[in-house]
């Protein structure tokens, strides 16, 4: 089934607007919050088959998705869809943190933050030269953690000290035991095989206070997908993550001594809650020199990650630069030995 919500006032297509946070109405501008557009304006189509072969509700074309996505627009007249079975049941989002940023001051946002790459290209922000950009509500499992850990190790604490005409080094050992407990709140792991996972984590943090329970007209405009895998699936990449975090704790803690040498560090982590969410993403594909970059930017804050192509004359003019500042500093260097400053 495919769900297409139409404006009440003129019957034209209603998207959900990022500025407004409300459903608006291409044709005639009206808007209407999420909580009071009424159900009866909702179109819903059942497919006949289970093809990926769905019919738009506003101008009867075909609409071929793939099996993972959720929400789309309609290739012919752009029309909002959003196919309903496949976000029920096991497929449900629990929670959704909408899109704030719109696609108008996404690609401004994008701008800026190309400005500010010392050694891009300065053709490289072109706009004809920006082939697209996204609107992706990219699914996610955010995980809560608890973690168990127990260790024992050998600190030295070293101490260096003069008497007299000697200079002592005095080094005490120290037998060091710690039981550490700690958990985790909202770990975020994409769940699409599409996206680059790299890509996904550097986006972070997300807002989590900003998670709305999730209502099918948010995905109205954007493109959606459902996971690919099960928090199950997705828990090995979680529980690695968290092992990181307890070293950088338990570094943090013994950070008084001077070395460490573990005898034992067990980590025991376990997961104690699991939530599927849609976190909005802005997907940019830019073309430069026969080349297609690819960006990601979050969808509420704006944070811009990905890698953008380097000017070879602007780095070989960096990288001089600072061969000539070091040479310049070691030649003022030498002016002083050799004046006897030194």
Request: charge should be neutral.
């Amino acid at each position: 089934m495919i769900l297409h919500y139409t404006c009440p006032s003129c019957a034209g297509d209603m998207n959900f607007d990022a500025d407004t946070g409300k459903l608006t109405c291409r044709s005639c501008g009206r808007k209407d919050t999420i909580e009071n557009y009424p159900e009866e304006m909702i179109k819903a189509t059942f497919a006949e088959d289970e093809t990926n072969e769905y019919h738009c509700n506003n101008c009867g074309a075909v609409l071929i998705t793939l099996a993972e996505t959720t929400a789309t627009n309609c290739s012919f007249c752009q029309s909002a869809v959003v196919i309903a079975d496949r976000l029920s049941g096991s497929l449900a989002p629990s929670k959704v943190i909408p899109f704030t940023i719109s696609e108008k001051e996404a690609v401004k946002a994008f701008k800026k933050w190309c400005g500010r790459g010392l050694l891009m290209p300065k053709d490289f922000m072109m706009s004809e030269r920006v082939k697209t950009i996204t609107g992706m509500y990219v699914p996610f499992w955010l995980y809560d953690i608890n973690s168990n850990s127990k260790v024992q190790a050998v600190g030295t604490v070293v101490r260096t000290y003069t008497k007299g005409d000697y200079i002592y080094t005095e080094t005490s050992y120290f037998d060091v035991m710690r039981e550490i407990n700690l958990n985790y709140t909202k770990i975020p792991a994409d769940a699409s095989e599409k996206m680059n996972d790299d890509l996904m984590d550097k986006l972070e943090p997300f807002p989590f206070n900003e998670l709305k329970d999730f209502k099918t007209p948010y995905l109205a405009g954007y493109i959606a997908e459902k996971y690919n895998y099960t928090d199950k699936e997705m828990m090995p990449r979680i529980e690695k993550r968290v092992k990181e975090y307890v070293d950088t704790f338990i570094a943090g803690e013994l950070s008084n001594y001077s070395t460490v040498s573990y005898k034992t560090k067990d980590i025991d982590i376990k997961q104690k809650n699991s939530a599927y969410v849609l976190l909005p993403v802005w997907m940019i594909y830019h073309d430069y020199n026969n080349s297609e970059y690819i960006f990601a930017m979050n969808g509420h804050t704006g944070k811009v990650v990905g890698r953008p192509p380097l000017s070879k004359g602007k780095a070989a003019a960096w990288f001089g630069g600072i061969a000539a500042g070091a040479f310049l500093i070691m030649k003022g260097i030498a002016v002083l030995i050799g004046g006897g400053y030194l």
